[in-house]
């Protein structure tokens, strides 16, 4: 039996980096993320954990301590959200090419403008193709466990990870846990000893070359082998952290899909909320499920088909838009993994819903389920590219 | 959910209405609940009014959305009453609780015809009387468990107790200022 | 992990075998790029002219001619040289002359 604590998102990942007394932090703070800097630099000031607390200028800087850190040898991590990782973003794909699992906490939140503060997907959105693996949380509690399974996930194939929640909703909400002794932690987390580092005295390396194009392609599609591989590992070291704690996790969630007809996929807290919403209609004896995407990367493309084959009409829920005059990135994906596998039965359509803080009711999942039981009733989709819960 | 309270609290920037929103979670939280307590975030100012939340049940919520049909309200600065819709969505079988040196009778009329109980506490004045300085949040923590029940009223005084005893370890008068003022507010809040 | 040096990287390697991110698992690989085959220009010191003064020693990129211990420069490194002709340019007593390669 795990700890019964009562914590907000943010401190829940500021005591899981606690647990695992990482070497290194850059930090640089930013809403709604710097209370994680805030309360690990506590940690830190009081003696509980050795790790090098460095506060850099910026984000960019930041993330190059870590490179150079997690380059050196040790563990880093760091904490962002927002316009802090859009600054970080070119030392995101360096990060990631040059295969240093750094764990980088992110408390989702929109971009400007207009100039806003609260959640949505936008900055975790806008560098998905930067390499990182990225694993969204439903609450504290998913949060807290995924920070805890992030550095055996990436370091098993050398490439960082983002452990992403959405901004103020679980980042700043307490709400209960249950949290794992440290001991516990230790054990499962373990020790990085690289085979090779910048500072290893028996087996120094080079960090950064410069990649010609005779070159450079080989490079990418063995980190592209990387992030196949990660699928394997995150649901391997997922059946093991639910070994230890009774809470397992793969690279998606069912919520009530067995004989599901409408489906809502979903990422993120308002993935429960959905849940409330599928609770009542199955109340009401109509056959709606729901699927949440942890790991949108690696992308679950075989799960996700898998799970949607036999349903009559899905809507994926984007909370970001990518301003292409077609759809959002989760329905670009969810429909290509069908097409490529040849699923085409299934009617699909892409909601952009909760940008910049619009709270996501258990009403405005409701309605998207309504429209889901037309579509699955008559077989016509309709506009495909849609907006909830936007004034008319 | 059928046994689920929410609580709706309106105060003021640097009123201290999330703290004490979180503290109410703190205590239901001791009493073996779930809980989920939240503020409403914005450009946050000293005097704007802001909005925080709290979720009380004995199973998981798993809802993440703000509260639109609160079983209770708490209005930690009557002056909110001319410029925010306070007992919008409130239940009828629930109740608003005001910070305020009127009668609940007094207040009716400004509730837009909300037909629930209606309980005032002059949260100022216990506050100035125990604590020596206004901090309204203590109070109106204290009525509001007693008016919702949410949390059994023993239980919540020892565990508010050694909550102040962590937090001001070493400053006594302010840990019995602040159990002084919850008791009190207990006693004195008016229901009309 | 393919944990190579950089004499085992070359350019018919497969994506399964070329190290990750290009990294290259030993240290100082510099020492082994023959910058000199660039040279088509070799700079020759004539030490009758040479005062020591030093001025050539700072200013070359490849650090190509060393130090000694006596506080002196020593002959050029022509591993790394790449004859680019700077020592030349900056030399007061025209003790450094470019000569043609011949190869």
Known sequence: MGIRERLSGNEAIAYAMKQINPDVMGAFPITPSTEIPQYFSTYVDNGEVDTEFIPVESEHSAMSTCIGAQAAGVRAISATSSCGLVYMTEMLYVAASDRLPITLAVSTRALSGPININNDHSDAMGVRDAGWIQLFAETNQEAYDNYLQAMRIGEAVSLPVMICQDGFITSHAIENIELAEDDKVRKFVGEYHPDNALLGRENPMSVGAFGMPCYYMECKRQQAQAMIDAKEVIRRVGEEFGAMTGRSYGLIEKYRMDDAEEAVVIMGSSAGTAKAAVDELRAEGKKAGLVKIRSFRPFPAEELVEALKNVKAFAAMDKDDSFNAHCGPMFAEIAAALYAAGETAPKGINYIYGLGGRDVRLESIRRVYAELEQIAATGKTGETYRYLDVRE | MKDMVEIRWHGRGGQGAKTASLLLADAAFNTGKYVQGFPEYGPERMGAPITAYDRISTERCTVHSNIYEPDYVVVVDETLLSSVDVTAGLKADGAIVINSTKKPEELRSRLKGYQGKVCTIDAGKISVETLGKNFPNTPMLGAIVKISGVVPEKEFIQDMEGSFRHKFASRHQVIEGNIKALIRSMEEVQVG | ?103
């Open chain 3, 1 to 103: 992990m393919n944990y190579k040096k950089a004499a085992e990287i070359n350019e018919n390697i497969s994506w399964r075998d070329i190290t990750p991110g290009c990294n290259i698992y030993e240290g100082g690989t510099s020492d082994t790029v023959a910058t000199g085959e660039w040279r088509t220009m070799r700079p020759v010191l004539h030490e009758d002219k040479c005062k020591q003064c030093l001025l050539c020693v700072p200013v070359c990129p490849d650090l190509s001619i060393p130090m000694e211990k006596d506080g002196k420069r020593g002959g050029f490194n022509y591993f790394f040289c790449k004859g680019c002709g700077i020592c030349a340019a900056v030399c007061p007593f025209g003790a450094i002359e470019m000569i043609p390669e011949e190869k």
